[in-house]
């Protein structure tokens, strides 16, 4: 029998996987909500309500190998940060085959008094998602351990395949394209080196991982770290700026405008890491199978389109 409800209640959860929750929580449960947790493909984030309180528990099984995958290096991360760093507190954790039910990974967290970011890009609501990305840029990613080198994700292999083999479904993002491709790929060749750098990264920043502290003072959380890396300050907020734009909210040099990006940040290793994404984003949306199994076709194809513009925009031509 192999899981495949892609994002379960408790009573979705076979009877070997509830009890051994139950074994770990030293409670019975009495009450769940499933959360819109930004994570991996067929896992869920439940909040479970016990005789002895609240507590967070994430759930993957065997039906989504790649969701464990981010599973196990999401726990990894978290285990290998301060507990003064903006992520959960990691309570408990199993990674076990259950027979017939297949390989579970689960783990139990707590969370500080934080909030999820609201329905709506207000500017409150962009500052307080900025608010969280400083907060994480404050550390640096332990020199060993489960972190992507950001110099070795983004580069110019992107653009130099689409200059290769012109795909029709180029123009369809813009017409300016196409002539500028080798061009493009010169200047994303600097990316390895602008993004390089020793500070903790989220890797993939956007609504539904984001949780500001709810009361002045407090410490906010992010949560789903199984992307994050070692790399330059600012790399996470130009990941969110570009999702804050797919999601309906501002463009983002008006909204850099009013919160700048780091101090000492160079604008051009700023435009090197657009001018990467923006071709790592195009190839992938114009080859879905290039693309990681968790990114949905829908959200690569809407960020592709707000990188191009914001690099057209970067470039001025």
């Not at 990264?201 to 994050?228: I, K, M």
Request: proline fraction near 10%; aromatic fraction near 8%; charged fraction near 20%.
């Amino acid at each position: 029998m192999v899981f495949s409800v892609p994002r379960p209640g408790w009573q979705d959860l076979p009877p070997p996987v509830r009890q051994r929750i139950t074994d770990e929580l030293g409670a019975r449960v009495i009450g769940w909500t499933t959360l819109p947790v930004g994570g991996a493909g067929g896992g869920a984030t439940l909040s479970l309500q016990t005789s002895s309180g609240t507590q967070l528990c994430t759930v993957v099984s065997t039906a989504d190998p790649y969701a464990q995958k981010l599973a196990r290096r999401a726990i990894d991360v978290v285990a290998s940060l301060p507990s003064a760093a903006p992520v959960p507190t990691l309570l408990w954790w199993f990674d076990e085959d259950l027979g017939q039910f297949g390989r579970w990974i689960v783990a139990g967290w707590a969370m500080r008094d934080i909030r999820p970011i609201g329905d709506q890009w207000t500017a409150g609501e962009v500052a307080a998602a900025l608010d969280v990305l400083r907060d994480i840029r404050e550390f640096d990613a332990p020199p060993e351990g489960p972190f992507l080198d950001s110099s070795e994700v983004f580069g110019d292999g992107p653009w130099r395949r689409l200059a290769e083999q012109r795909p029709d479904g180029l123009r369809h993002f813009s017409p300016w394209l196409e002539p500028r491709l080798e061009a493009l790929a010169e200047i994303a060749v600097h990316a390895a080196d602008a993004v390089s750098g020793s500070t903790l990264v989220h890797g993939a920043p956007t609504r539904q991982v984001l949780y500001p502290a709810r009361n002045p003072g407090g410490q906010s959380v992010a949560v789903a770290w199984s992307h994050a890396a070692r790399g330059a300050p600012f790399i996470d907020a130009v990941l969110l700026l570009a999702h804050i734009r797919a999601d309906g909210g501002p463009a983002p040099e008006a909204v850099l405008a009013r919160h700048p990006l780091p101090p000492g940040t160079d604008p051009d290793a700023v435009t090197c890491l657009i001018t990467a994404m923006t071709g790592q984003l195009i190839e992938d949306a114009l080859q879905p199978a290039r693309a990681a199994p968790d990114r949905r076709p829908s959200v690569v194809q809407a960020q592709a389109g707000v990188f191009v513009e914001w690099l057209r925009r970067r470039l001025g031509f």
